[in-house]
């Protein structure tokens, strides 16, 4: 059974050969470690990684102007979490005062940005710096980075960006999967005269909003290409602010009653079924109460955690066709056959509603170009329109925009082709201290996402406090554990209805892809999964050739003994002392 490490094999280390380290065991090497980008993932390891490990030296690198990873580039009209908002945010840093049952986008910029101001995480942080390049060098066990950044002073007039390099022990890609947007493959896009716009590409004025960009729109004819989350947030936000709109709708979708909606309600004890989502000032009043806050984020994870099996079509159906009683026929075109969770659910409140106003025409029929002065469908008919908005979506495919070029030359898309292939959506043979929060297989269709990005990035840092304790040139997972991960993910998803014809981000290219954007099971088992490292499952290099695996271990002292100084009986210490439960008679 191999051991994983890789070293020549033969005569163990002799007398000759062998050097005792006169380090302390504690004495950690200085490691460098990037991370790539400053969303929730980012932030998060901006916090876990300081508090963990000594001798660190941190970068996180984000391209946009400021934090907040897809809360930072989404900002168009209506963007919000589409779960509740006390559920959507970190274990550790609770926050109590939302405004609504479902968090506009600003309020979630603003959350992150206290968290980054209240660890002081601006001391890592290097915003507007774009990563284009990374290169393993196996010699060193080093990644070496190329970042875009903007230029200072007066030489920006000639040249508006510089390239720098770094190097790092290891890196951490905390770019998600929904920040690199996609336009639709329609013909004609780029010959339209009017304004297109892309959902995530929205114009804002200095404070970050969206208003100041529909301001004269009262006059205007806008179409809304989509059917996802984002247009039905876009679509009920627009309406009443533009002359007209049309919703082109290809595909369908399921959008969710209101079980999150009558829970809330039930829980602030007002009245359940009301359409009111807004919290007052009793409600947050109420939430300063720990105790009250305690069971209420409880009682929502818990039911958002139970809906792994959703599969209540009914339900679904009575609420959209109650929703949509003024125009009825919207709902044959828009509810699917295919299972409630096959693609992601969404409740979506004030959509349908907004689909039976006067001044909204929902479009099934498809789109067969785009002219300079509107849309022409496949029958011939043609809208005149005045502003495209293209809510379509983002690139999934989890090929990077930038060179990742591992062992041998072999780049990242190389390895990620015909699909991604990972050890616990973690990392990939090839790419030796290369971690990923957030990559492919990672997401949640139902149930609590932070939970499991928290969860991975813990394992990250584990897996660089081995490499730096232990003197170790690399980890990287075994090409055998790489396929068996791939193995169990092929024969899961066919027994989940996610398999089935549905359209989805879940899915590389089309109805019948791969599923490469969701962990095969629930948030529960994603956080069992990633609760132990199985160091078994990896390969591992030593630095500067030594070949004793416990040449580590030093003089056999620890640096407090041997300098006499700090706590030297802090396995005393209430954090350290795990005191067990004594039976009852």
């Not at 601006?122 to 010699?139: F, G, N, T």
């Not at 813990?458 to 991960?485: G, T, W």
């Amino acid at each position: 059974m191999s051991s994983g490490i890789q070293h020549n094999l033969g005569k163990p280390s002799d007398a000759q050969s062998f050097k005792l380290s006169s380090s302390c065991i504690d004495d950690d090497r200085p490691f460098k470690v990037v991370v790539i980008g400053a969303g929730f993932s980012g932030i998060t390891a901006g916090i876990r990684f300081p508090q963990r490990m000594k001798n660190l030296d941190l970068t996180i690198y984000e391209k946009n102007a400021g934090v907040g990873g897809t809360w930072f580039s989404n900002k168009y009209p209506g963007v919000a979490c589409d779960v509740p908002s006390h559920v959507y945010q970190l274990t550790f840093e609770e926050y109590t005062q939302w405004s609504s049952f479902y968090a506009p986008g600003p309020e979630i910029r603003a959350y992150l940005q206290r968290v980054v101001d209240k660890y002081n995480l601006m001391r890592y942080i290097k915003l507007q710096h774009e990563l284009i390049h990374a290169r393993y060098d196996e010699e060193s066990g080093k990644w070496h980075l190329k970042i875009r950044r903007p230029v200072q002073g007066r030489e920006a007039v000639d040249e508006p960006f510089e390239v720098i390099e770094d190097v790092a022990d290891l890196v951490v890609t905390a770019i998600g999967s929904l920040s690199r947007w996609s336009w639709p493959d329609i013909e004609g896009l780029s010959t339209f005269k009017g304004k297109i716009v892309h959902s995530a590409g929205w114009e804002t004025d200095e404070s970050g909003h969206w208003q100041s960009s529909v301001a004269n729109w009262g006059d205007k004819k806008v179409g809304v290409i989509g059917v996802g989350s984002t247009t039905i947030q876009i679509v009920p936000t627009l309406q009443p602010l533009v002359k007209h709109l049309y919703n082109y709708v290809r595909g369908k979708a399921w959008l969710a009653p209101p079980v999150f909606n009558d829970k809330m309600l039930e829980l602030l004890k007002r009245e359940v079924g009301t359409r009111n989502y807004s919290f007052t000032e009793e409600d947050r009043e109420a939430m300063k109460d720990p105790a009250f806050f305690k069971n209420f984020r409880r009682e929502l994870e818990s039911l958002l955690n139970s809906m792994h099996y959703l599969t209540i079509k009914e339900a679904f159906r009575t609420y959209m066709r109650a929703s949509l009683t003024k125009k009825p026929w919207i709902a044959d075109h828009l509810m699917p056959d295919f299972s409630v969770t096959c693609r992601r659910v969404t409740p979506g409140p004030g959509y349908l509603e907004a689909l039976c106003k006067d001044n909204i025409d929902f479009v099934p029929t498809h789109i067969k170009k785009i002219t300079e002065t509107g849309i022409e469908l496949v029958d011939g008919i043609h809208h005149d329109l005045d502003v495209i908005v293209c809510a379509t979506g983002f690139d999934t495919s989890h090929h990077y925009p930038f060179p990742v070029v591992g062992r041998g030359g072999k780049t990242l898309v190389d390895r990620y082709t015909p699909h991604p292939e990972t050890y616990l959506s973690l990392c990939s043979d090839g790419f030796p201290n290369w971690f990923m929060a957030g990559g492919p297989n990672s997401l949640i269709g139902t149930g609590v996402l932070l939970a499991i990005l928290e969860r991975q990035v813990d394992y990250i840092v584990e897996a660089a406090k081995k490499l730096q304790k232990e003197h170790l040139k690399s980890i990287e997972p075994k090409k055998e554990a790489v396929a068996d991960f791939d193995e169990y993910l092929d024969h899961y998803f066919k027994t989940t209805v996610f398999n089935e014809q549905c359209h989805s981000w879940y899915k590389l290219s089309n109805a019948e892809g791969r599923i490469i954007g969701l962990w095969p099971g629930s948030t529960l088992h994603a956080i069992e999964a990633l609760k132990r490292p199985r160091w078994e499952d990896y390969n591992y290099e030593r630095l500067n050739g030594i070949q004793n695996r416990f040449h580590w271990l030093g003089d056999g002292s620890t640096h407090n003994e041997k300098h006499m100084t700090g706590n030297r009986a802090w396995y005393l210490d209430p954090g350290e002392v795990d005191i067990p439960p004594v039976p009852e008679a």
